[in-house]
């Protein structure tokens, strides 16, 4: 594909043009130049209002369900729901079935997705099947495609097994992804535990059922000396302990989710079960902590959280809906919106090339010469999410019927061109 985006701020801190408005002139996948009004006979014009490029965003945490689960998420519904909300790259979770534990499995999911607009990368488990007991071949599933590895959503429990795929992982530099969550503190909370559960009758789960996870991660991969990304960061505590260990010289980083940045606690009371979510919606300390920190660099990265759930799962009373939002159509607009003071600079460290750095991927730099992946976005357009606009085969979305500034306008990536309808 041949285009030229016109008059575009690019928004790159690895690139020597950021900061610059520009013409982009891409042909076969290539960016050929970057400069001031670039003609090209024949050559399709890309222009929009405060257009806004970045190298392609990544999340690090999503749910696409297949294999196994393929009537809440196809690799294709969630790759083209990753393209408009502007990612050209996701990793998914290994809680399929079978769980993607084996080099067989991820080969499946590399081959299958080489046509899709978006690039799939699969998080290899730490144990087989997800399961918590024994250490899976992480090796293998490495050299097959395996960026980085993780249980998923099913967190480690045990310190001994953590430990090991910790030392195990640093012999090739890799990295471990963990959700904080100690399942043996209150495991039939369904919210944050405090005022709002106890106004609701529903029984809570605490904060220390993380911190405590945080804290004895922390000293697990202290030990080991290796890597740990922790996801789904949601107390003023747990940051507090992720900045002591990283002071001490701990190799530990985070990420926050858009819904621990937007809701709090209090806005579960009318029993939505699309605020169902694990980690729970914080009080509102918690979320202004987060907020704070995502501002002020104590989070490395936004992680989607994309979980999609079928109606049979989330239209039933609250106790029995599943945990989960989808959210890689809505994550940029939603903290954007929420946070309006935070830099374009901020959003693209967080969406981008933090998560890559974590990841020892390379970070597509706009650069002549190179090649083109990019986000195309437009943050002070102002727009309304709708149903119809749902490109998830689930539809569990608390943010329907909501406004929003600022919005993804597509992707190119793959040498071809992804855009949002307008």
Known sequence: MNIV???????????????????????????????????????????????HVSPGWIDIFSDFADPGFE???????GANAAAAGGY???????????????????????????????SIHPLGSITRGAEGKELAEMYDMKLSGAVAFSDGKNPLQSAGILVKALQYVKSFNGVLIQVPDDKSISPNGLVNEGITSTQMGLPGR??????????SNIKLAAYAESKLHFTG????????????????KTAVTCSATPYNLVFCDEDITAYNTNLKVNPPLRNK???????????????????????????????????YAKNGMISLQTAYAAINTVLPQVPQERWVELLCVNPRRILNMDVPTIAEGNEASLTLFLPGQQWAFDE???????????????????????IYHKNKLTLNKQ
């Open 88 to 118: 050209t790259d996701v990793c998914i979770v290994p809680n399929t079935r079978p769980a993607i534990d084996q080099k067989s499995v991820v080969e499946y999911i590399v081959q299958k997705t080489r046509q899709l607009p978006v």
């Open 206 to 215: 605490p904060e220390i059922a993380e911190e405590i996870a945080v804290a």
């Open 5 to 51: 985006i016109k008059q575009a701020k690019i928004i790159d801190p690895t690139s020597p043009y950021n900061g610059q408005i520009a013409d982009i002139h891409i042909a076969s996948g290539k960016i050929v130049s970057i400069g001031k009004n670039i003609s090209v006979k024949g050559v399709k014009n890309l222009e929009a209002d405060g257009l």
């Open 233 to 248: 960061i949601s107390t003023e505590t747990s940051l507090k302990l992720i900045k002591e260990a990283r002071q001490k």
């Open 388 to 410: 119809k606009d749902i490109l998830s085969r689930s539809k569990n979305s608390p943010f329907i019927g909501k406004q929003f500034t600022g919005r993804p306008l597509g």
């Open 71 to 77: 009537f809440r998420e196809t690799l294709e519904t």
């Open 285 to 319: 300390k918690d979320r202004k902590a987060l907020q704070k920190a995502v501002a002020e660099g104590g989070v490395d990265v936004i992680a989607a959280h994309h979980i999609p759930q079928d109606k049979d799962h989330k239209i039933v009373e609250f106790e």
